[in-house]
Structures are given as structure tokens and as C-alpha cells.
């Protein structure tokens, strides 16, 4: 009785072993919310599953206009028991971006390997089917400021040679501010602000792009540099300028700033304390009074 109970266990596992293929390929989306927008990063994993061990295969994935997309790390190749059975599972982690809103294809993805025991074959995957909406339009997207982009994160790190507002005479100062974005590529990040100034000389170094990749996604950066000298002795200063963004994990336009920035040499301040005119704090209130009412008109 008991060897009958067993045997038909058994039988009744029959068809749960049968149901699982001996070799698939797939690609799984792992999008992080269930709106996709253009140029959001979502989390791919092209996986295969095969009942022998390979000895020779190469993993590729057909041309799309669709997206732009980069590997992660490379291929992770382990054994696994799937559903009662031992078998060999291969993964590859990509990060895909969408380059246009509707309905988007990519893949499929073809593996041409050789088992061991058996000739080289080609196992092709089912292509992904994404809908993706657009990117808002609102404000602050909007002129100037009208570069549209998405990140998971973004940072500025603002930092200067020496303190702006207190230049010896003749005395350069170089400013230079670097973007971090966390799930973007360094293309989708803004161009350099132009600094044009009737009271100030300026020169821009080239714009860096850099590119990190971690196992959560790749992070781009962007790092802008400028020198700048008072044109004449008396301060100026240059508006804040806010990078708007699309923010994918509030799902929300949010932005970053480059703050106000004073500059002037400490000569003058002195002089005009001395002589009795507006004092060096006076003066700076008015000038900040004003880079207030420009950044409220960009906001507005």
C-alpha cells in the first residue's frame, strides 16, 4: 500500500516536471512604477534557462530604435533547481530608456550556444512590448529653462578657488559645478548654463560627461567649470540657476539650483566704506535684493 501511495506521487509529479521547457530565453521588465515615462530608466533581466552546461554561446540582442540601453555587470551564469529539477540559468542585467511615448518594442534577444553532447543552436526570446507615456510639459519645464530630463536622484556639488565676493584686484575665481544623476545617461543631462555678464569676463573650460555603473543602474555626471574677473571694480551678481527634472521616485517635476553667486573685489567694498557711501552691506542687499526679483522672474 504504501509503495502504491509513492508510485502514484509520483506520477502526479509527472506533468509539473514535463510543463518546464528544457532550454527558454526570456526578457523580463522590472519597471519600477506602473507609468513609464520617456527617458526613465527601467531594470532589464534577459534570462535563459537550459538543462545542460554550454561550452561555447554568445548572447545578442537585435537592433531598436525604440531605446537606448547598456548592460549593468556582466553575465551571471549559476545552477538553480527549478521545480524539482537541476538546471543551468544565465542572466543579464540591462537599463533600458525610452527614446519616444507609445507603445515601444525591443528584443528579441537571440543566443546562439552549444550544449555539451549536442551541435550549436540558436534560442530566440519573445520581443518586449512597453507603453510609455510622455514626459510632462509643465512648469518648470519651461523656457529657458526647457530641458527635459528623468533620474532617480539628483545632486549639485557647487565649489570655488577662493571667496568671489572678496577678489584682489586682477584675481580670477574658478567656479565649478558637477550634476549627479542617479539612473540617467550623461547625454540626457543638460548643457552648460551661458554666463554672460556686461561687468564680468568669463571663460568656460569643455563640459565633462562621466558614466558609473552600479548594480541599481548606471549614474551619469556632468561637471561644468568657469573663471571669472570683475570686468571693473564694482560687484555683480549672477542669478541662481534651476535644473528642473523629472523625479522617478516621488513621480513629481522637481529641480535642483546653482545658487546666487556674488563677485567683486574687496577693494572696492573697502573704498566705498571709507569714503562714506554705501556701505559694503548695503550695497550687498541691494544686489541680493535683485538676484531675488531675477530668480522670482524665472520662476514665474
Not at 541662481?240 to 527634472?245: E, H, K, M, N
Amino acid at each position: 500500500m504504501v509503495m502504491l501511495r509513492a508510485a502514484l506521487l509520483c506520477l502526479l509529479a509527472l506533468p509539473a516536471l514535463a510543463e518546464l521547457p528544457a532550454k527558454s530565453l526570456e526578457i523580463i521588465a522590472e519597471p519600477t512604477s506602473p507609468s513609464i515615462v520617456v527617458g526613465e530608466m527601467i531594470p532589464v533581466t534577459l534570462r535563459g534557462v537550459y538543462d545542460k552546461r554550454a561550452t561555447r554561446e554568445e548572447l545578442t540582442l537585435r537592433p531598436s530604435d525604440a531605446f537606448d540601453w547598456l548592460p549593468l555587470a556582466k553575465d551571471s551564469w549559476r545552477e538553480e533547481r527549478i521545480e524539482g529539477r537541476s538546471v543551468i540559468v544565465v542572466e543579464r542585467k540591462l537599463a533600458l530608456f525610452a527614446k519616444h511615448a507609445g507603445l515601444s518594442r525591443f528584443g528579441p534577444a537571440d543566443h546562439r550556444i552549444s550544449f555539451v553532447g549536442s551541435d550549436e543552436q540558436v534560442l530566440s526570446s519573445h520581443p518586449l512590448e512597453l507603453t510609455i507615456a510622455p514626459m510632462p510639459e509643465g512648469p518648470p519645464f519651461h523656457s529657458p529653462h526647457g530641458w527635459r530630463f528623468a533620474a532617480g536622484k539628483l545632486t549639485i556639488r557647487d565649489e570655488l578657488s577662493t571667496d568671489p565676493a572678496h577678489l584682489a584686484d586682477g584675481e580670477t575665481v574658478t567656479r565649478r559645478v558637477t550634476l549627479r544623476a542617479e539612473g540617467a545617461l550623461p547625454e540626457m543631462l543638460p548643457p552648460r548654463p551661458v554666463v554672460s555678464e556686461p561687468w564680468l569676463i568669463t571663460f568656460a573650460a569643455p563640459v565633462q560627461r562621466e558614466l558609473e555603473l552600479t548594480p541599481e543602474g548606471p549614474v551619469a555626471s556632468v561637471i561644468w567649470e568657469w573663471q571669472f574677473r570683475p570686468e571693473t571694480g564694482e560687484p555683480g551678481v549672477l542669478p541662481p540657476v534651476p535644473i528642473p527634472y523629472f523625479n522617478t521616485v516621488s513621480r513629481k517635476v522637481e529641480q535642483v539650483e546653482i545658487p546666487a553667486l556674488p563677485i567683486g573685489y574687496a577693494s572696492f567694498a573697502a573704498s566705498q566704506s571709507a569714503g562714506g557711501d554705501l556701505t559694503a552691506g548695503s550695497r550687498w542687499g541691494i544686489v541680493g535684493a535683485l538676484a531675488a526679483g531675477l530668480a522670482a522672474g524665472f520662476a514665474a
